[in-house]
């Protein structure tokens, strides 16, 4: 695949698939810094291109570069504002960032504001961030009270940090 990417890029330096597909494939082999490489010069050449933006933000989320990462795909989520992909991205990054409010914001366009907070909780409680896990857990209840496991997961967090009172036989 390397091989017939690298054959279009040399009849078409800006081909977009070619740097894209290059960049998918170091990426997943790990080599992040060619995958930026690649991801990098598809979106000078394409700077409206929403996925590219899209792949480079994810590619530099996982190099830890969060707030390149959040740039990146904050510029995809402007260029397509409709796609619930892109800003699910950005959410999961700016919650990494500690920057909550944004990330809820972005998942009420997608998703609706109960969704919003049920899935910023679920961010939270993989962070080990459990009170504020608990907290927009119950504040998606209280966006929509069908939203059970929204409160079984508050319910559940709210037990683990309830110091028993008996731990004995």
């Not at 054959?7 to 995958?35: F, I, M, S």
């Not at 409206?48 to 933006?53: E, V």
């Not at 707030?67 to 999961?92: F, G, H, I, M, T």
Request: charged content about 25%; hydrophobic content about 40%.
């Amino acid at each position: 695949a390397e091989k017939k990417y690298l054959e279009a890029l040399d009849e078409d330096p800006a081909y977009l698939d070619a740097l894209v597909g290059l960049a998918r494939l170091h990426d997943r082999q790990g080599n992040l810094t060619k995958a930026t490489a690649y991801y990098t010069s598809a979106v000078q050449a394409h700077p409206r291109d929403a996925t590219a933006h899209n792949d480079l933000g994810l590619c530099y989320a996982r190099q830890n570069r969060l707030q390149d990462a959040a740039q990146s795909l904050d510029r995809a989520v402007r260029l397509a504002p409709e796609k619930a992909l892109y800003r699910n991205n950005v959410a999961k990054v700016l919650v990494e960032m500690g920057q909550v409010e944004p990330a809820v914001a972005h998942l009420t366009v997608a998703h609706g504001e109960a969704i919003a907070h049920y899935n910023v909780g679920y961010m939270l409680h993989e962070r080990g961030e459990n009170a504020a896990a608990i907290e927009h857990f119950s504040l998606a209840v209280e966006r929509d009270r069908e939203l059970t496991d929204a409160y079984d997961w508050a319910v559940a967090l709210q037990n683990e940090s309830t110091p028993m009172a008996d731990e004995g036989l």
